[in-house]
């Protein structure tokens, strides 16, 4: 599946800056750019699900520990 990405002009710009540090094409960076995020959120939500399960779990013990 293909998809058009519309920058702004600044956020090319820096596209163009950051692929050329890295000897790689624009296209590549962007991708890498957004395997990254997608790594990033999933890592926080799989974070914020465990500490939701240990908040509920050891509710009690977490309320005492409070006192």
Avoid: F
């Amino acid at each position: 599946m293909a998809m058009t990405l519309r920058l702004t002009d600044e956020e090319q710009d820096a596209l163009k800056a950051c692929a050329a540090d890295y000897g790689i094409s624009m296209q590549d960076a962007a991708r890498q750019a957004i395997r990254e995020y997608i790594i990033r959120v999933d890592h926080r939500s799989r974070v914020s699900g465990a500490a939701d399960l240990i908040m509920s779990v050891h509710a009690d013990a977490i309320e005492r520990l409070g006192q």
